[in-house]
C-alpha cells in the first residue's frame, strides 16, 4: 500500500505546473552561475604573494621610520625584516625557483613570525596593513594539507575553489529555503482542496507524510545532483576548472582544517539532504497549522530571519542559532560563527541540530495529528482532520 500511495504522489508531483518551474530552475543553475562568472578569474597563488610582498614592504618601510623613536616597535621590525626576506622567496620558488618543499616550509616559517607579531600587539603595523589572525591559521592550514599530499604549489584547482564555493554559497541559504519551500508549500493542502481518489486510502497519517516527504525529497535532490553535475562539466570545458585534489578550508572546532574539494562537497551534499528534509517537514507542519501555501512560504522565511531580526534588536538569542544551520555553505566556511558570534557553529554542530529539529518537527506532526484525530465528531469516524 506504502509503494502503490508513492506512485500516485510521483503522478501528482511529475503532474504540478510549479514543479516544472523549479527542475528548470535545479537543472541550470549552476550552468547559467557558471556561464555568468566565466569572465572573473580568480587571483593565482603567484598574484596573492606578489600582493602579500607589497603589503610586508609597506609595513617594513613604516616601522622603519618609528624603531629608532619606540623601543617597543623595535622587536616588531625585526621579525617583520625576517617576514619579508621569506615571502619574498615564496614568490622565487613560484616562479623561478619551483621548489614546493622550500616554498611551504617559508610559508610556515613566516605565518610562525606573524603570529609572533601579533603576540607582540602589531606594535607599529599600521590596521590595514595587518595580516588577520585567522588568515593565517588558514594559511598554515593550507600549506601543511599540499604538504602532506604531495600538491604542487600552483594549481588549475585554485580555480576549481573558487567557481565551487562560490556557486554553492549563492544556492545554500535563502534561496534554497525559498525554493524548497515553494516546491513544498501545498504538500497537504493540495490534497484537501482536490479530495483525490486517493483520500481514503487505507494507509496512516504518518506513512502518508513520510511517503510525501520521500517523494518530493528524491525527486528534488536528484535535480540538484543533475543540475550541479551539469555546471561542474561546463566550469570542466570552459573554466579550466576540472581538479578536485586541492585543499578546501572549512571550519572545525573553533579553528580551520583544509579538506579536498571532494570531501568538501561531500560535506555539502550531505548538509544539504538533511536541510532539505528538514524544509519539508516544516512545509508539512505549516500546512496544518496554517492550511495556505502563500503562509507556508511566508513563514518559513520569517523563521530563518528570525535570529538576525533578534541580532539587529540588540537581543541576543544564541538558542535561535541552530536555525540558521541550513545555510550550510557560511557553516562550512567559518562564516555564520563569525555573523553570529557563536565559535561552536560548525559542520558538526550544524548536523546535529538539524537532526534534532528534524525529530522535533516529526513529533510535532504526529502530535497535532493525533490531537486533532480525537477531536473529530464520532458521527463522521471516517472524516479524518488531513
Excluded at 605565518?111 to 594559511?139: A, D, M, S, T
Excluded at 570542466?236 to 571532494?262: M, Q
Aim: net charge negative; aromatic share 12%.
Amino acid at each position: 500500500m506504502f509503494w502503490r500511495y508513492t506512485l500516485f504522489e510521483a503522478k501528482l508531483l511529475i503532474k504540478n505546473r510549479k514543479i516544472w518551474f523549479i527542475t528548470a530552475f535545479l537543472l541550470l543553475f549552476y550552468l547559467l552561475f557558471f556561464m555568468y562568472n566565466q569572465q572573473e578569474q580568480p587571483p593565482s597563488l603567484a598574484d596573492q604573494k606578489r600582493q602579500d610582498v607589497g603589503m610586508v614592504y609597506a609595513a617594513f618601510d613604516h616601522l622603519d621610520l618609528l624603531r629608532h623613536d619606540l623601543p617597543e616597535v623595535a622587536e616588531v621590525y625585526d621579525y617583520v625584516t625576517q617576514i619579508s626576506s621569506l615571502v619574498g622567496m615564496q614568490v622565487w620558488n613560484i616562479g623561478r625557483g619551483s621548489d614546493s618543499e622550500q616554498y611551504i616550509e617559508d610559508g610556515l616559517k613566516a605565518n610562525e613570525l606573524r603570529l609572533k607579531v601579533h603576540e607582540l600587539g602589531n606594535e607599529g603595523i599600521p590596521e590595514h596593513l595587518i595580516v588577520p589572525r585567522e588568515e593565517i591559521l588558514k594559511e598554515n592550514a593550507l600549506l601543511h594539507y599540499i604538504r602532506d599530499n604531495e600538491l604542487p604549489i600552483e594549481s588549475d584547482s585554485f580555480a576549481t575553489n573558487h567557481f565551487i564555493t562560490k556557486a554553492l554559497n549563492a544556492m545554500t541559504g535563502i534561496l534554497f529555503l525559498v525554493v524548497f519551500l515553494i516546491a513544498g508549500n501545498e504538500l497537504l493542502v493540495f490534497e484537501q482542496r482536490h479530495r483525490t481518489v486517493m483520500k481514503g486510502f487505507p494507509l496512516s497519517f504518518m506513512k502518508r507524510i513520510i511517503s510525501k516527504v520521500l517523494t518530493y525529497f528524491v525527486f528534488l535532490y536528484s535535480l540538484l545532483l543533475v543540475g550541479f553535475y551539469i555546471g561542474t562539466i561546463y566550469a570542466d570545458k570552459k573554466l579550466n576548472a576540472g581538479e578536485f585534489e586541492f585543499p578546501v578550508l572549512i571550519y572545525k572546532d573553533g579553528g580551520f582544517i583544509a579538506v579536498s574539494t571532494g570531501e568538501y562537497l561531500l560535506n555539502v551534499f550531505l548538509g544539504l539532504a538533511l536541510v532539505a528534509i528538514v524544509i519539508l517537514l516544516l512545509s508539512i507542519l505549516l500546512n496544518m497549522l496554517f492550511k495556505n501555501a502563500f503562509a507556508n512560504v511566508l513563514i518559513g522565511i520569517g523563521i530563518f530571519l528570525l535570529p538576525d531580526l533578534m541580532m539587529a534588536a540588540g537581543i541576543n538569542a544564541t538558542f535561535l542559532d541552530p536555525i540558521k544551520s541550513i545555510d550550510i555553505a557560511n557553516v562550512l566556511s567559518g562564516d555564520l560563527a563569525v555573523q553570529l558570534g557563536n565559535d561552536a557553529i560548525d559542520y558538526g554542530y550544524a548536523m546535529m541540530s538539524l537532526g534534532i529539529i528534524a525529530v522535533l518537527l516529526v513529533g510535532v506532526i504526529f502530535a497535532i495529528n493525533k490531537f486533532q484525530y480525537q477531536r473529530t465528531p464520532k458521527h463522521s469516524p471516517l472524516e479524518k482532520a488531513f
